[in-house]
């Protein structure tokens, strides 16, 4: 059964931090590049950060130092620790396969909100 459930969101202050959880199937998750997307109200979803089968990660310049992405291959479950959050960053996020191209279903997200 394809599964992808984000959770971990919520309100939190500038400087704080919050860990989001993707749980998903392994027919997702196995082969994949795996990545967090940021849908801020009002624009388009875009990737923030990704992470290889392999282990190696890749993040867009605006989260790099700030964010952290991981994957625990026995739970096929992608994480995006978020540390000294900015209001930028507020947005829902999404875990799903790199690139976006690939995706055939998107799950519900977990909406972040940073508040300044």
């Known amino acids: 059964q394809v599964q992808l459930v984000e959770s971990g969101g919520g309100l939190v202050q500038a400087g704080g931090s919050l860990t989001l959880s993707c749980s998903t199937s392994?027919?997702?998750?196995?082969?994949?590049?795996m990545g967090w997307y940021r849908q801020p109200p009002g624009k388009q979803r875009k990737l923030v950060a990704g992470?290889?089968?392999?282990?190696?990660?890749h993040y867009v310049n605006a989260v790099k130092g700030r964010f952290t992405i991981s994957r625990d291959t026995a739970k096929n479950t992608v994480y995006l620790q978020m540390n000294n959050l900015k209001s930028d960053d507020s947005g829902v996020y999404y875990c799903?396969?790199?690139?976006?191209?690939?995706?055939?279903?998107w799950g519900q997200g977990t909406q972040v909100a940073v508040s300044s």
């Open positions: 992470i290889t089968k392999f282990g190696d990660s």
């Open positions: 799903n396969k790199v690139p976006d191209s690939l995706a055939d279903y």
């Open positions: 392994a027919s997702i998750f196995s082969s994949n590049t």
